[in-house]
């Protein structure tokens, strides 16, 4: 039977990516979700500590450095083992004696990773806030109670403490950090998936791209050394230029540290930042395509 | 896999990696700029965290790092080791400088808590006592002249160094500077009210003068605590303010009332 037959469909990805998903899903990577919300929930109840700041700014640390555990790895090891399990499974024979080009089957991989990884932050983004939200309003009625009992409870110094409270507390930005973390895992992943086209198991997968994600969050540094000429040796300067051209810059996407601090974001820094994200998955994606295009499985 | 397709990769590969390191010096600059990311760790916090603390601070989890020191900081605060709490502090400051409450806490530790510990303790001979408590009072004025050179705007430090003048150097000349610098940053009526405060003991006629002045605006805009009515009474005889223009309030019997000024740290230690 003759049909009309596209050389790029997102329907075809999108099944692609929707049976991804759910191998991942049936993998019980989502059991995170659970320890994820046992850590969050005893760390805001739990930990007592002197300052109402402290007290939610240790939330909120923990909470993303759950929420960045959860994206590096999943990226790294899920997309690791997503190729293998396909040849093991024959599944990939399957789909690509059908009329899939080989650059569909990659991107409807990808996206099914970065569907599971971008659903399971939403979701740890949303008991976080939560969670934050009742601790704030409960670390602010302890305060003004204790304001009030030593007899210092004023409008100003009510104002003051919703403040400082406010500040460290539930904000939009922290959206904005939940959303970096999200477009470092999506730059991981799609180095993974490169990697894992030549890769010649799933654990040289692994190591090589955890090594990537390791150099990658010191490459800010390689490239200080490179652009501001801190090196005299000729064998130090070409590796941190080979550190700097080769390994993706993650370090760019830690604007957590400062959100969690109540900084603001403006749009055009995560315009720019999204921007960096889509060129370095696209870039690996070419690469990966290249790759895989040919390659006799 | 063909060589033609290796050759192609490496070279997209390469193609990449020239024209990306330009762009992220750009993003990089402009996210530093926007305060969203710090400056690089510089080797003194690498050899005082840790390695594996490093990696993690590297490795976007600086804030958790900071949270887990500041833990042993409070441990170490609770157990009287001032100089380890002291070292601490430096280093979280230095994990986030851009954090209020971190320098705000040191300084407290040293000028309040380390400064009282030394002048009570009476193992210390008398003499040494009140060096250390000096030294103390100095490292806590230090942390928050170091935290304002991250954090020029911020009322809260600026506030909290007029306390430190105004509690523990016993310079009202120094604290109605730097809570005037707060009223500045922050608009709180309160910081007005303590400059004025300040201003008002001082023997120079021009600063008192000036005290007036805000006090009147104070009252102006419906501050009515006893000290401000007392103070501007005073000041009114003082100057010999003609009646018309006088305050209608009678001398308050409790001139010391003013609840926004008790929020401070009551810290007056004797013979200080």
Same mark, same amino acid.
């Not at chain 1, 500040?167 to 539930?170: A, T």
């Given at each position: 039977?003759?049909?009309?037959?596209?050389?790029?469909?997102?329907?075809?990805?999108?099944?692609?990516?929707?049976?991804?998903?759910?191998?991942l899903?049936?993998?019980?990577?989502?059991?995170?979700?659970?320890?994820?919300?046992?850590?969050?929930?005893?760390?805001?109840?739990?930990?007592? /500590?002197?300052?109402?700041?402290?007290?939610?700014k240790?939330?909120?640390?923990?909470s993303?450095?759950?929420?960045?555990?959860?994206?590096?790895?999943?990226?790294?090891?899920a %997309?690791a083992?997503?190729?293998?399990?396909?040849?093991?499974?024959?599944?990939?024979?399957?789909?690509?004696a059908?009329?899939?080009?080989?650059?569909?089957?990659?991107? +409807?991989?990808? /996206?099914?990773?970065?569907?599971?990884?971008? +659903?399971?932050?939403?979701?740890?983004?949303?008991?976080?806030?939560?969670?934050?939200?009742?601790?704030?309003?409960?670390?602010?009625?302890?305060f003004?109670?204790?304001?009030?009992?030593?007899?210092l409870?004023?409008?100003?110094?009510?104002?003051? !403490?919703?403040?400082?409270?406010d500040?460290?507390?539930?904000s939009? %930005?922290?959206?904005?950090?939940?959303?970096?973390?999200?477009?470092?895992?999506? !730059?991981?992943?799609?180095?993974?998936?490169?990697?894992?086209?030549?890769?010649?198991?799933?654990?040289f997968t692994?190591?090589? %791209?955890?090594?990537?994600?390791?150099?990658?969050?010191?490459?800010?540094?390689?490239?200080?050394?490179?652009?501001?000429?801190?090196?005299?040796?000729?064998?130090?300067?070409?590796?941190? %230029? !080979?550190?700097?051209?080769?390994?993706?810059?993650?370090?760019?996407?830690?604007?957590?540290?400062?959100?969690?601090?109540?900084?603001?974001?403006?749009?055009?820094?995560?315009?720019?930042?999204?921007?960096? +994200?889509?060129?370095?998955?696209?870039?690996y994606?070419?690469?990966a395509?290249?790759l895989?295009?040919?390659k006799?499985? | 896999?063909?060589?033609?397709?290796?050759?192609?990769?490496?070279?997209?590969?390469?193609?990449?990696?020239?024209?990306?390191?330009?762009?992220?010096?750009?993003?990089?600059?402009r996210?530093?700029?926007?305060?969203?990311?710090?400056?690089?760790l510089?080797?003194e916090?690498?050899?005082?965290v840790?390695?594996?603390?490093?990696?993690?601070?590297?490795?976007g @989890?600086?804030?958790?790092?900071?949270?887990?020191?500041?833990?042993?900081?409070y441990?170490?605060?609770?157990?009287?080791?001032?100089?380890?709490?002291?070292?601490?502090? *430096?280093?979280?400051t230095?994990?986030?400088?851009?954090?209020?409450s971190?320098?705000? *806490?040191?300084?407290?530790?040293?000028?309040y808590?380390?400064?009282?510990?030394?002048?009570?303790?009476?193992?210390?001979?008398?003499?040494?006592?009140?060096?250390?408590f000096?030294?103390?009072?100095?490292?806590?004025?230090?942390?928050l002249?170091?935290?304002?050179?991250?954090?020029?705007?911020?009322?809260?430090?600026?506030?909290?160094?007029?306390?430190?003048?105004?509690?523990?150097?016993?310079?009202?000349?120094?604290?109605?500077?730097?809570?005037?610098?707060?009223?500045?940053?922050?608009?709180?009526?309160?910081?007005?009210?303590?400059?004025?405060?300040?201003?008002?003991?001082?023997?120079?006629?021009?600063?008192?003068?000036?005290?007036?002045?805000?006090?009147?605006?104070r009252?102006g805009?419906g501050?009515?605590?006893?000290?401000?009515?007392?103070?501007?009474?005073?000041?009114?005889e003082?100057?010999?303010?003609? @009646?018309?223009?006088?305050?209608?309030?009678?001398?308050?019997?409790?001139?010391?009332?003013?609840?926004?000024?008790?929020?401070?740290?009551?810290?007056?230690?004797?013979?200080?």
């Open positions: 039977m003759k049909g009309s037959y596209a050389r790029f469909s997102l329907r075809r990805i999108l099944a692609l990516a929707s049976a991804t998903l759910t191998q899903i049936r993998m019980r990577i989502l059991v995170f979700l659970l320890i994820f919300s046992a850590i969050v929930v005893g760390v805001g109840f739990v930990f007592p /500590l002197p300052t109402p700041e402290q007290q939610l240790l939330l909120k640390d923990v993303f450095g759950a929420l960045q555990f959860f994206s590096v790895a999943m990226a790294v090891v %997309t083992l997503l190729l293998p399990r396909d040849l093991e499974d024959r599944t990939l024979y399957t789909i690509l059908k009329p899939v080009p080989r650059h569909e089957y990659l991107l +409807g991989k990808l /996206l099914g990773l970065l569907a599971l990884i971008g +659903g399971g932050l939403i979701v740890m983004d949303l008991i976080l806030c939560g969670v934050l939200y009742v601790r704030q309003e409960m670390v602010f009625q302890e003004i109670a204790a304001l009030r009992s030593e007899g409870e004023t409008p100003e110094s009510t104002a003051e !403490v919703r403040l400082m409270v500040q460290q507390g539930l939009w %930005t922290l959206h904005a950090g939940v959303f970096a973390v999200f477009l470092k895992a999506a !730059v991981i992943s799609s180095l993974a998936l490169m990697i894992s086209t030549f890769a010649s198991s799933t654990l692994v190591v090589c %791209t955890f090594c990537a994600v390791i150099i990658g969050h010191g490459q800010q540094l390689a490239r200080e050394f490179f652009f501001h000429r801190h090196l005299d040796g000729i064998w130090e300067k070409a590796a941190s %230029t !080979v550190f700097a051209i080769l390994a993706p810059d993650l370090q760019m996407f830690d604007i957590v540290d400062n959100v969690i601090n109540g900084e603001a974001v403006p749009s055009g820094a995560m315009l720019s930042m999204t921007g960096m +994200g889509a060129m370095y998955v696209v870039g994606l070419i690469v395509h290249l895989f295009v040919e006799e499985l | 896999m063909k060589l033609k397709r290796i050759v192609q990769a490496a070279l997209v590969l390469l193609f990449l990696g020239v024209a990306k390191v330009p762009l992220e010096e750009r993003v990089t600059e996210l530093r700029a926007e305060n969203l990311l710090s400056p690089p510089t080797l916090v690498r050899e005082n840790g390695q594996m603390s490093f990696a993690a601070a590297l490795g @989890l600086r804030s958790l790092v900071a949270s887990i020191v500041y833990l042993e900081a441990t170490a605060f609770e157990n009287s080791e001032w100089a380890k709490v002291d070292s601490l502090f *430096q280093l979280i230095r994990l986030q400088p851009r954090m209020v971190y320098w705000e *806490q040191a300084a407290a530790h040293m000028a808590d380390a400064a009282a510990y030394y002048l009570k303790s009476e193992e210390i001979e008398p003499a040494v006592r009140g060096r250390l000096q030294e103390h009072v100095d490292r806590g004025i230090a942390f002249e170091e935290g304002l050179t991250y954090l020029p705007d911020s009322a809260r430090l600026w506030a909290r160094l007029g306390d430190v003048y105004k509690y523990r150097v016993k310079s009202p000349k120094k604290a109605a500077e730097a809570y005037w610098k707060a009223f500045e940053c922050g608009r709180q009526p309160f910081l007005q009210r303590a400059t004025a405060y300040e201003l008002s003991v001082l023997p120079d006629e021009e600063d008192q003068r000036r005290a007036y002045e805000l006090l009147k605006i009252y805009e501050d009515r605590y006893p000290t401000v009515i007392a103070k501007i009474k005073q000041f009114e003082k100057f010999g303010v003609p @009646l018309a223009v006088r305050i209608p309030e009678a001398m308050p019997q409790r001139s010391d009332a003013d609840p926004g000024m008790n929020a401070g740290p009551n810290v007056d230690v004797e013979g200080r």
